[in-house]
Nanobody, 124 residues
Framework: VQLVESGGGAVQTGGSLRLSCVIS??????????LGWFRQAPEKERELVSW????????GYGDFVKGRFTISRDNAKGTVSLEMNSLKIEDTAVYYC????????????????WGQGTQVTVSS
């Protein structure tokens, strides 16, 4: 399974970014893949930012998101996106798209398939 992220970049506090991830090569039906966005800042542990079920009808966010981010997926296109608004300096990190046939593995931060990551930098 290949996951390729895009959409990272530099933005000022309060700004917005939209991350996208294209998934290909899965032996599973795309609807069988639970997906998530993770992030890792320097010298910090990897965090689960958001996750979404295969059908897209169940999703969740890390507590630190507090209504600022929105996850979505397009099963026809094989993509998952993360709309990020009201960005803060502490949102600076490498953001990773990840997936697994098990939603629980994604929620437990143990998905088997990972992208290479895209850098998000928020400055004042």
């Amino acid at each position: 399974v290949q996951l390729v992220e895009s959409g990272g970049g530099a933005v000022q506090t309060g700004g917005s970014l939209r991350l996208s991830c294209v998934i290909s090569g899965s032996r599973f039906s795309f609807e069988d893949l639970a997906l998530g966005w993770f992030r890792q800042a320097p010298e910090k542990e990897r965090e689960l930012v958001s996750w979404i079920s295969g059908q897209g009808n169940i999703y969740g966010y890390g507590d630190f998101v507090k209504g600022r981010f929105t996850i979505s997926r397009d099963n026809a296109k094989g993509t998952v996106s993360l709309e990020m608004n009201s960005l803060k300096i502490e949102d600076t990190a490498v953001y990773y798209c990840a997936g697994d046939s098990s939603l629980k593995r994604v929620q437990d931060k143990r998905p088997r398939y990972w992208g290479q990551g895209t850098q998000v930098t928020v400055s004042s």
